[in-house]
């Protein structure tokens, strides 16, 4: 079983360097929620591939500075297409 956890933190990790992915769309593309994915990143995988877990976390640090902004542009976009 460790073995398994092991190679999924490494495919997370990777997945979320190579399609710049937040951790939402990385939970979803591997089924497991978001807490196992954060998990994997910032500490399984800094004891099993620490440059991986760097890169990882620099696209997940960018994605949470960002995020506030794509809140508002995704709400904008809600009331742009609504009737009143």
């Known amino acids: 079983m460790k073995g398994y ?3 999924r ?3 997370i990790a990777g ?3 190579e ?3 937040t951790v939402r769309q990385t939970a ?3 089924g497991v929620s ?3 994915v954060h998990k994997d990143v910032t500490e399984r995988l800094t004891q099993i591939n620490p440059t991986l877990a760097s890169r990882a976390r620099k696209v ?3 994605n949470k500075s960002e995020r506030h902004i794509r809140g508002g542009m995704a709400t904008k976009e809600k009331y742009l297409h609504q009737h009143i």
């Open 15 to 17: 997945y979320i360097v």
């Open 28 to 30: 979803k593309a591997f």
């Open 9 to 11: 933190a490494v495919e």
């Open 19 to 21: 399609n710049n992915a």
């Open 34 to 36: 978001k807490s196992t």
């Open 60 to 62: 997940l640090d960018v």
């Open 5 to 7: 956890i092991e190679e």
